[in-house]
């Protein structure tokens, strides 16, 4: 009987020490979305999210496609703040991030009148 209780209970443990990561990743939430400008998807557009109570900082960048990922932020009220050679920096005041979600941003940068006219 002993013995029984003492796998039973080291099952558990083991059980519960692998759920640790998961739990962690529930904790956490994120921001995506494409970068772009009237010609399409901006690539290497740089993007910076600050948490609004802890003054943490984010960054990310759009791949060849526009698309950007700012993984693992704790849940809470985000600004965004995206900037790209030859655009308009995009200021985004609020974005929430919620526990265990991705939230959706899509953010629209103007071309600034150098790169509009092909200069």
Known sequence: MRRVFK???LMFI????ASIPLAMQLETGSIEG?????????ARASIE???MMTDAIFHAE???VG?????ELRPGRYSLWVGA???D????????????QTTRGDIYVGRTETDATGN
Do not use: C, F, M
Request: proline fraction near 7%.
């Open 7 to 9: 796998w039973g209970l």
């Open 14 to 17: 083991l059980l519960l020490l």
């Open 34 to 42: 494409v970068i772009t400008n009237d010609r399409g998807p901006v």
């Open 49 to 51: 999210a600050r948490n």
């Open 62 to 64: 759009s791949d060849p």
């Open 67 to 71: 698309h950007y990922k700012l993984e």
């Open 85 to 87: 050679p030859g655009h």
């Open 89 to 100: 920096s995009a200021w985004i005041r609020q974005v929430i991030v919620e526990r265990g």
